[in-house]
């Protein structure tokens, strides 16, 4: 069973900065993480993409984020970590972290996408 663990949520005041750390548990992973990622879904609002980090390091960012917010991983702790700086009230959300994990069997291999429990994050004006 997949567990993704996020932590470092809480109340900051406008301008203020934010580290969020996400990891992945459960079984020996290996490199079967694949994509990591984190989004965000304010109440009423669709679930959107903040930022997406592939095993190799590639980067993708919401255009709301860049040059504000920095997601970085580190594979050998099967972790996704979001810097956020220069915060925002319109970033006050549910941060959820999310992974693409491959489960390999003799026939195939499959993706599976897993995500976590979220973690608030509020940001005072």
């Known amino acids: 069973q997949v567990h993704l663990v996020e932590s470092g949520g809480g109340l900051v005041q406008a301008g203020g900065s934010l580290r969020l750390s996400c990891a992945a548990s459960?079984?020996?992973?290996?490199?079967?993480?694949?994509?990591m990622g984190w989004y965000r879904q304010a109440p009423g609002e669709q679930r959107e993409l903040v930022a997406t980090i592939a095993r190799d390091g590639r980067t993708n960012y919401a255009d709301s984020v860049k040059g504000r917010f920095t997601i970085s991983r580190d594979n050998a702790k099967n972790t996704v970590y979001l810097q956020m700086n220069s915060l925002k009230p319109e970033d006050t959300s549910v941060y959820y972290c999310n992974a693409l994990i491959a489960v390999a069997t003799i026939e195939r291999t499959t993706e599976y996408v897993h995500w976590g429990q979220g973690t608030q994050v509020t940001v005072s004006s």
């Open positions: 459960g079984r020996r992973f290996g490199d079967s993480i694949k994509d």
